[in-house]
């Protein structure tokens, strides 16, 4: 393994402690994470954020503090690749374009490929179980513990 997969991602806290997550399925395979995505190259982290977060949602956002950045080894679990994984705590700037899911993976009439719903959720009732990548479950624990 001699690689890196840089991801950076945002959390997403309105007024009322609910978070954005985004449901996802790639060949079959269904996930629950924050958003964001992979850094590109040339991109800084705060750049390829708010890339992200208009590619995902055709939404911008600013950046308004770093949260966390992995501590620990991870290995993707789609290649032979080592995680580095940057979170922002980061809110919109507009209105959301896009549909708030109430149920998790509701991807209506979505086309088969890539499948992507957003929810919201209290950060008090979102548990470790519904995210899927254990970096995120960790994330969640600090949220938690900061709140």
């Known amino acids: 393994m001699k690689n890196f997969n840089v991801r ?3 959390l997403l806290i309105n007024e009322e402690n609910q978070i954005l997550i985004t449901d996802e399925e ?4 269904r996930f629950t994470k924050f958003p964001g995505g992979g850094l590109e190259l040339g991109e800084g982290t705060i750049e390829g954020l708010k890339r992200e977060f208009l590619e995902e949602c055709n939404l911008e956002i600013a ?3 770093h949260f966390y950045t992995t ?4 290995k993707s679990l789609f290649s032979e690749e080592q995680l580095l994984s940057i979170y ?3 809110k919109p700037l507009d209105k959301f374009k896009f549909k708030i899911s109430l149920e998790a993976f509701d991807f209506d009439s979505q086309a088969e490929g890539q ?3 957003f929810r919201l959720v209290f950060v008090d ?7 899927t ?3 995120d479950k960790h994330v969640l624990k600090l949220l938690k513990s900061k709140r």
């Open 8 to 10: 950076v991602y945002g």
């Open 88 to 90: 922002y705590l980061v």
């Open 133 to 135: 990548f254990p970096v």
């Open 26 to 29: 790639i060949k079959g395979f």
């Open 63 to 65: 950046v308004l503090s």
């Open 125 to 131: 009732e979102l548990e470790d179980k519904d995210l």
């Open 71 to 74: 501590d620990f080894f991870v």
């Open 115 to 117: 499948k992507q719903a």
